[in-house]
């Protein structure tokens, strides 16, 4: 939430409109074309009865439709302006409506064509241990069947923390990877931060980070190759979506006719260790 910052509705308009939803934002298409042929039926029956020739006098239906028709340049023939101010408004109306078709045109493009990722997080984190140490983990998948290069992976945790001055401040702390890039991210990312004497999460537990109120933040950069453009994905974990002691569970199958595969019914699987030591009993 933002405090003391003057709100400006139409500051932003165009990216409020590009950033909500396709139906929300055909929704307010629609809204926004029935009013404005409201408002010029209102404005045709302002002028008088015999402002619209072949219509019923006094009749909104009639100067309604009259205006869908003046607005989308259709023009059937039935019905037309017939005083001077009837062609003002028209005059006006046609104008309006060159701009707001031009103006809806561009939005829905600008929306359809801008290239976005669908990559898909596991829900929850691991602590585990890695090569014999302990170690964050968490995957990444595509969910496209084509292919991101030149895909970058950052890592960051915020948490609370009293400095030296005992004030009370949010750092971010950034959590390198064992592998950051990837020349082809087509498939499946397994993340892996080595918690080791350097790491900010070196020495922590459950009740440690509860206590900072830890958010790990994951961005996701890359370029699609079908659009030959820079998509970007992002994602955060609570502390109580860190599962510690636990491993992800193994998506790589071996399919009857030899081939390998991955079994995405099981990308958020999680095992804890002990159920793990259990089966290999």
């Not at 292919?147 to 948490?159: P, R």
């Amino acid at each position: 939430m933002r405090l003391g910052r003057r709100r400006r509705p139409l500051g932003d308009l165009y990216h409020y409109l590009l950033t909500i939803s396709w139906s929300q934002l055909i929704g307010l298409i629609v809204v926004g074309f029935i009013a404005a042929n409201a408002l010029f039926a209102a404005l045709f029956l302002l002028g008088g009865s015999d402002s619209i020739e072949g219509a019923q006098p006094g009749s909104f239906i009639d100067a309604f439709f009259f205006s869908v028709q003046t607005m989308a340049t259709i023009g059937y023939g039935k019905m037309g302006p017939h005083t001077a101010y009837a062609h003002v408004i028209v005059t006006t109306e046609a104008f309006v409506g060159l701009l707001g078709f031009a103006t809806a045109t561009g939005l829905l493009f600008s929306k359809f064509s801008r290239p976005t990722a669908r990559v898909m997080f596991s829900r929850y984190m691991v602590m585990t241990t890695w090569e014999g140490e302990p170690a964050l983990m968490f995957r990444m998948a595509n969910e496209r069947a084509n292919q991101i290069v030149e895909a970058q992976c950052n890592v960051a945790v915020l948490k609370d923390e009293v400095t030296s001055d005992g004030h009370e401040v949010r750092r971010v702390h950034d959590l390198p990877l064992m592998r950051q890039r990837s020349p082809v991210f087509s498939l499946s990312w397994t993340a892996v931060h080595v918690i080791g004497k350097h790491s900010p999460l070196h020495g922590a537990d459950p009740a440690a980070l509860q206590k900072a109120d830890a958010i790990f933040v994951v961005t996701f950069t890359g370029i699609d190759e079908t659009f030959s453009q820079t998509v970007h994905a992002r994602h955060s974990w609570t502390h109580d979506q860190v599962i510690w002691n636990a491993r992800l569970a193994d998506i790589f199958i071996t399919l009857p006719d030899g081939r390998d595969a991955i079994d995405y019914t099981k990308f958020h699987d999680v095992i804890k260790d002990a159920d793990r030591s259990a089966g290999n009993a």
